[in-house]
């Protein structure tokens, strides 16, 4: 049992989704059980959520929720892991208030407000990926590469509503380049290669049905450069029957990338050069979290 001494629920004002509603009301629910402070923190720029947690005092328990979509939550977890070995003395939570959240729908178990009063935390791994051992990041679900950065990145940046955003889908699918990386046994060109922690992303695709948070090992889905018919199978079998026999499971692995290269975590997108040292790997265990 952990003994939660102050509590702060991140969000961003500018959200278009229910972020700032979803605080309040968490913030009243615990208001009316607990005598633990609370705190609404709104975030003023993109990646004010992870500063905001770097900057925490590490010598009490505090918990900090991020009222958010995946991406939101990418930040705090980040700000967390920051700590080192005193990042257990934080622990995160996740709100759903995004599109997709994936996360959330993987993790969560049980009544939240309950969890909390009772200091139920829950230990899982994250992914941990580094470029030319001077650049590293976390992601609480998954890593990838080719189609998933590439359609992601085009979407963030227009202003999508339900009309536009298949046909906008569809158009960035069909000028989509395959990736080429170099590993210990050749070069390989793929559409999409993903490593992940959850089960499914994107709330239609289907990466492995016996994904676990917290066995140690992520999973490995790819496929390779093809036809387009290949492609839009893959793509279909996934958002239908999944991928599972498809996945290999492993707790590293890394690849050079042969031309610039961007790498989609949680959601947000990073850029790279050419020839960039890639490890993907897994810290047990590594984030508390009640979810």
Not at 192 to 216: C, H, P, Q, V, W
């Amino acid at each position: 049992m952990t003994v939660i001494k102050k509590i702060i629920i991140i969000y961003n004002p500018n959200s278009t989704g229910d972020g700032k509603l979803n605080a309040e009301k968490l913030q009243e629910q615990l208001a009316d059980v607990t005598k633990t402070p609370v705190t609404l923190q709104p975030t003023d720029f993109a990646g004010h959520a992870e500063k905001i947690v770097q900057q925490l005092p590490n010598t009490d328990s505090i918990m900090v929720i991020s009222s958010s979509g995946d991406g939101g939550y990418h930040e705090v977890i980040n700000g967390a892991l920051s700590h080192g070995e005193k990042a257990s003395k934080i622990t995160t939570g996740l709100l759903p208030s995004g599109n997709a959240n994936d996360h959330y729908h993987a993790v969560h178990s049980g009544d939240v407000v309950k969890r909390i009063l009772n200091g139920d935390v829950r230990r899982i791994d994250v992914l941990k990926i580094t470029v030319d051992n001077d650049w590293t990041r976390y992601a609480h679900s998954y890593a990838g590469i080719g189609l998933t950065p590439h359609i992601g990145e085009k979407l963030t940046q227009a202003t999508l509503n339900p009309f536009n955003e298949i046909w906008l889908t569809i158009r960035y699918f069909l000028n989509f380049r395959p990736v080429k990386v170099r590993t210990d046994t050749g070069i390989y060109r793929y559409d999409s290669l993903i490593f992940s922690n959850i089960e499914r992303m994107s709330k239609y695709l289907t990466l492995s049905s016996d994904a676990k948070i917290d066995d140690g090992k992520f999973e490995i889905t790819g496929s390779k450069a093809g036809t387009f018919s290949k492609l839009l199978k893959h793509l279909f079998k996934a958002s239908t029957v999944g991928l599972t026999e498809e996945a290999n499971r492993a707790s590293e692995y890394s690849f050079t990338s042969v031309r610039p290269i961007s790498i989609q975590l949680d959601g947000e997108v990073f850029h790279f050069s050419a020839n960039s040292s890639v490890t993907v790997s897994i810290a047990p265990k590594a984030l508390n979290c009640i979810i």
